[in-house]
Structures are given as C-alpha cells and as structure tokens.
C-alpha cells in the first residue's frame, strides 16, 4: 500500500511551458498492489453519495453533477497511471452513520461501474463510509 499524504504515490506533471501549469502533479490518496490487480482510492469530503441516493442524478444541481464529474474523471486519471489487467478506482464519500446504516441496509453504500477497453478492465466504485464513529461501531 502507498499513500499520498507520504508522497509516496506522487506523478509529476511536466509542463512544455510553465506559464501554462495549472496542475503540478496528480496524488491518489491511496494506491493497493496485488500481484496484477491496482486499486486507487481517493477521499471526497462531499456528500455526493448520499444525495445521490435521495434525489437521483436527474434533480442533481448543475454545480454538484459538474462536481461529481470532475471527481470521476480524476480518479480515472489515476486509474490510467497504473498497468495492471484489473483496476479498481474508487471514491470514497462520508456519511453520517445513519445515512450509512440505512444505504447498507439497501445494499447501496457502494456502487459500480465497468469499463472494458484494450484488454483491461477499470472497476469503476463510489463508496459510501461512516465519518465520526469508531471502527467497532460500523457494524
């Protein structure tokens, strides 16, 4: 396992003129090998899941779907940094325990996507944790 606050999963961007930088490097949160499997997870402090799941992504407001946009083509950017014939990329949304143990209990703290394209397969996962509880007290 790698981790971003370390600088351990640092990819520098190299700008051809740097007046033009607007991003110096990409940094997923955390990186997990397995033999030939990659999961890159990274942290949102936004309750794009939960509202998600109560309002569905037809009443999203405008800024909140461009932001859950942004937030997917992102993680797919560090997807796209790692070669492995499986790839997990995954969101990882807070959640208020209830909202949690409600989800849960529907089976819907997690969602997923596929893509499969030249060969390998990207496992695309919004992921829904409890924040402000301790770990004994998730189940």
């Known amino acids: ?15 051809s003129d740097p007046t ?42 405008e800024e909140t779907r461009e932001a859950h946009r942004a937030d997917l083509h992102q993680i797919l950017a560090y997807a796209s940094l790692y070669e492995a014939e499986e790839v997990t990329a995954t969101l990882v949304y ?8 409600t989800l849960r209990e529907r089976h819907r703290e997690r969602s997923f996507a596929e893509l499969l394209h030249g060969g390998r397969r990207i496992q695309l996962e919004l992921r829904g944790l409890p924040f402000g509880m301790k770990y004994s007290s998730w189940e």
Request: overall charge positive; charged content about 30%.
């Open 1 to 15: 396992m790698r981790v971003g606050r370390l600088g351990e999963t640092v990819f520098p961007l190299n700008w």
């Open 94 to 101: 807070p959640l208020r325990y209830s909202t949690y143990s």
């Open 20 to 61: 033009h930088r607007t991003l110096g490097h990409l940094v997923p949160d955390m990186v997990i090998r397995r033999g030939r499997y990659v999961q890159v997870v990274d942290a949102k402090y936004k309750a794009h899941l939960a509202e998600l799941d109560d309002t569905g992504w037809r009443r999203f407001e």
